[in-house]
């Protein structure tokens, strides 16, 4: 008698207001979702409208400057871009030739497992960490000084995780049958990488290079640590010159600054004329960021629809 | 002909064996390469100490952990790190308070309910918003949030720890969102179609099956997004105020661990000075502290690893 003390009623009262609990959770969900992006996108809006009233040639080619209306971003970009070589010159390399070991040649043991467990520890370590990692190696014991070799050294550390761990994912989606073909016509291990693992993994190793590089374009913490200065009125030497050997390295070890320090210096000035220019840097940087993820993206996209296996 | 077979098979067994050793060379190159992740691990370990080894021949650990004064740029200089603990800790309560419920919710919502399509285009946005440099997050703190907070609460300083931790936790949303989005994914859909078979409506399938059978996935985002506010550098630096301040009121302005080295180091102290080399000290307690995070994270998720 008990098992019936439900009335049908009562079921299909309990069962529509379980299901206006739903719809509840739904708006709920939906306006935290766009309440969030509601927000950033107001932001982001009204970072490009303050700084509106700097964009213009002068700005880009002109040096910081004591007064804000004369300052611009010169050398901070200047800067920026060849921090951005030495670190894809170093982290390209470095990674990919570590997610080939662990992904084709490393034995399944202890050994392999400890670098697998560093690399993932790193992509946790906070950026300010590797300023002072950086600060006591690079600038202390290797004498580099607080240079453009430094910065770019740092960064390419920072990004190694990330281009590892794309470069692994994109080499573990060729298929096996491929690597088996060739090892079956007597190539050897490095053969069967180099010819045939490789070309195909293009793709994904460049997306993560550039999602990389967009990260650290945005880094800030660590330059600061190691010691980059924020008024840098002169560019480094001209890697290209007119006489023998035409190419010099000097600007490797020049001082330098970067867009998000010369960000951060006009932020924390009392002044409002130097807020606008904040707001142009940080509208540039930001769209230098989405523009590279917006590359990356499109790569990933291009190499799938080529490659039918 | 017997004869030129046999000089061409010598031939291909002498490439096959210049071509193996060739491979033996190229395989210790590309583990020189994979033992750089763990040269950068012993070598921050190696630097955060040694480094810091100066500091503490003049100041002593139990002045560093019980002193409640940092001071290190005064005259009357004091050690303490409690001041820099309080103002990050507080900070990322803060910040936390924000992005997990939010980013949760958000993760169930776009995991169980929203359509197909939505979820498409939402997941990209959410992974491009963390590629946003933080010094930008900095800006929208100063200059836009803490303005809105005063209207709200007039007496409210202008470098505040709650602006630099909402925004921080702004920040976090989309990654412990996007995070926990993928954890939930994995959950088999058997699993659920056993919920629904049981009469379960979405709501009561998300919150009782999917959700406990995602812990694992769920605790490791929000260690992570823990893990990022804690070590979270340029939104305080510029919002939250350079100075000491032993409080855990999110009202006031504080110096998180990582202000204080980025103050330092924007200075002009001399480099062998203690104040300078105090930013390792810092930054050790820093790293320890990231460190306990991640091992919390990593036992988390064995412990309650589901096997499916």
């Known amino acids: 008698m008990a098992a019936t003390a439900l009335t049908l009623e009562q079921i299909r009262h309990g069962l529509s207001w379980r299901k206006q609990l739903d719809k509840v959770f739904i708006a709920i969900g939906l306006a935290l979702l766009f309440g969030c992006l509601g927000i950033l996108a107001i932001l982001f809006f009204d970072l490009v409208r303050d700084g509106s009233s700097r964009f213009g040639w002068d700005f880009f080619t002109s040096f910081p400057s004591r007064k804000a209306e004369n300052a611009g971003i010169l050398s901070a970009a200047v ?231 | 002909m017997t004869q030129g077979k046999t000089q061409m098979s010598q031939g291909a067994f002498a490439s096959l064996r210049y071509r193996k050793s060739r491979d033996r060379v190229i395989e210790f190159i590309l583990l020189l390469a994979g033992l750089v992740a763990v040269f950068t691990t012993v070598a921050i370990v190696f630097i955060l100490f040694y480094e810091s080894s100066y500091f503490f021949d003049h100041v002593s650990v139990k002045d560093f952990i019980t002193d409640t004064m940092w001071t290190p740029l005064f005259a009357d200089a004091r050690y303490g790190i409690m001041p820099l603990v309080a103002g990050t800790l507080t900070v990322t309560a803060v910040a936390i308070l924000v992005a997990i419920p939010v980013g949760t919710i958000i993760a169930i919502y776009l995991s169980e309910f929203a359509p197909h399509k939505l979820r498409e285009t939402v997941k990209p946005i959410l992974e491009l918003l963390g590629a946003v440099p933080t010094v930008v997050y900095g800006y929208f703190a100063l200059l836009m949030v803490t303005p809105l907070l005063q209207e709200i609460w007039p007496d409210l300083p202008g470098f505040n720890m709650l602006s630099a931790g909402l925004v921080i936790g702004l920040m976090i949303v989309p990654y412990v969102a996007s995070v926990s989005e993928d954890a939930m994914r994995a959950v088999p859909k058997y699993m659920r179609e056993g919920s629904y078979a049981m009469g379960a409506t979405k709501m009561q399938t998300a919150l009782r099956v999917v959700v406990p059978g995602a812990f694992s996935g769920l605790a490791a985002a929000y260690i992570l997004g823990i893990s990022r506010a804690v070590g979270e550098t340029m939104v305080v630096a510029i919002a939250a105020g350079m100075m000491a301040n032993l409080t855990f009121n999110p009202t006031e302005p504080a110096a998180t661990i990582t202000a204080y080295i980025v103050q330092v180091s924007l200075g002009d102290l001399p480099h062998d000075s203690i104040g300078y080399q105090s930013i390792f000290a810092a930054g050790l307690v820093l790293m320890l502290m990231t460190l306990v995070l991640n091992v919390i994270g990593f036992f988390l998720t064995r412990r309650f690893r589901e096997a499916y």
């Open chain 1, 79 to 309: 800067g920026t871009m060849l921090i951005m070589v030495v670190t894809a010159l170093v982290a390209l390399p470095v990674g990919v030739a570590a997610a080939i070991y662990l992904e084709e040649y490393a034995p399944k043991n202890w050994f392999t497992g400890i670098i697998e467990i560093n690399v993932t520890n790193l992509a946790g370590v906070p950026s300010i960490i590797y300023g002072l990692l950086a600060l006591g190696l690079f600038v202390y014991q290797f004498n580099f000084g607080q240079s453009v070799l430094t910065a770019g050294l740092t960064l390419a550390l920072l990004i190694l995780p990330i281009v590892i761990v794309a470069t692994r994912e994109s080499l573990r989606a060729v298929p096996r049958a491929i690597r088996e073909a060739a090892y079956g016509l007597g190539a050897t291990r490095w053969e069967v990488t180099k010819d045939h693992v490789l070309p195909y993994s293009t793709g994904g190793i460049l997306t993560g290079l550039i999602l990389g590089l967009s990260r650290a374009i945005g880094e800030t913490a660590p330059i600061i640590t190691i010691g980059a200065l924020s008024f840098i009125a002169f560019l480094p030497p001209s890697p290209v010159s007119g006489e023998f050997p035409f190419l010099n390295f000097e600007w490797l070890m020049s001082e330098f600054t970067a867009m998000p320090i010369q960000m951060f210096n006009w932020v924390s000035r009392p002044d409002q004329a130097f807020q606008a220019n904040a707001a142009a840097a940080g509208a540039i940087l930001l769209g230098m960021t989405l523009a590279m993820n917006a590359v990356a993206i499109w790569i990933r996209y291009r190499f799938r629809k080529k490659i039918s296996w």
